[in-house]
């Protein structure tokens, strides 16, 4: 297995621009989530899926948009690129019923908006 | 969702015992202690969790107080890489509305030096 990719590793914005951050696993996971971390911090919420087709914000939506259309996929998008989006970020995935808890995290995405 | 409480740092000598303490006082009774950690720049990786029993598996020992207020992490022989950030995390599973949004703190920066 794979387990959680990400693409791309790295990516530099100009402000204003948009993008969109890829996520997959190929374990069958139902629960997938965006994470987002600045530098020194923990990692906060941005938005969550517990299947597809249907997703939830988390801690810090704004500026963020995301879709669920199949199992293995969960889509990150910037509408609108802002400095303060400079961030690493990070998908993660999980069963459900319970296991939500043991989250597989993949290797992050790192993001610099000019 | 209860707050969790760790020392910002830690040291521990290669092939002892590193014990991470985690102070949860607020836990409720339905709430799980989950453990992660992180290695620099990589994404957080799930280490064990319990609910009141302590727990062993391949990576840690989790050692849980009978009130569940405090828990320790125990890494029985630390290598150089276990050197890491590590995250005490508490979160309701299946039945609450935790959904899995772990509340990454602060965590505690673990270093193993020789």
């Known amino acids: 297995n794979a387990g959680v990719t990400q693409t791309p590793k790295f990516q530099v914005l100009k402000t204003g621009q948009s993008m969109t951050l890829q996520c997959a696993q190929d374990m069958n996971h139902e629960y997938m989530s965006w994470y987002r971390q600045d530098p020194g911090m923990g990692l906060r919420l941005i938005h969550y899926?517990?299947?597809?087709?249907?997703?939830d914000q988390g801690e810090v939506p704004n500026g963020y948009n995301v879709s669920r259309s199949t199992t293995e996929d969960f889509p990150l998008r910037l509408l609108s690129a802002a400095p303060s989006q400079t961030s690493v970020y990070f998908c993660a995935s999980s069963y459900r019923y319970g296991r939500e808890g043991e989250q597989y995290f993949g290797p992050g995405t790192r993001l610099t908006v000019t | 969702d209860a707050k969790t409480t760790q020392p910002p740092s830690m040291d521990c000598a290669e092939g002892r015992a590193a014990n991470l303490p985690c102070n949860h006082s607020?836990?409720?009774?339905?709430?799980?202690v989950y453990w992660y950690r992180q290695i620099h720049s990589q994404g957080p990786q799930y280490i064990i969790h319990?609910?009141?029993n302590n727990e062993t598996n391949e990576m840690a020992s989790l050692i849980i107080t009978e009130d569940r207020k405090s828990s320790t992490l125990i890494l029985p022989h630390a290598t150089l890489r276990d050197t890491a950030v590590y995250y005490c995390?508490?979160?309701?599973?299946?039945?609450?509305?935790?959904?899995?949004?772990?509340?990454f703190g602060q965590g505690t920066i673990l270093t193993v030096h020789p």
């Open positions: 899926s517990v299947g597809a087709g249907i997703t």
């Open positions: 319990g609910l009141k």
């Open positions: 607020t836990i409720s009774g339905n709430e799980y």
């Open positions: 995390i508490v979160l309701a599973n299946a039945g609450g509305t935790s959904y899995g949004k772990l509340t």
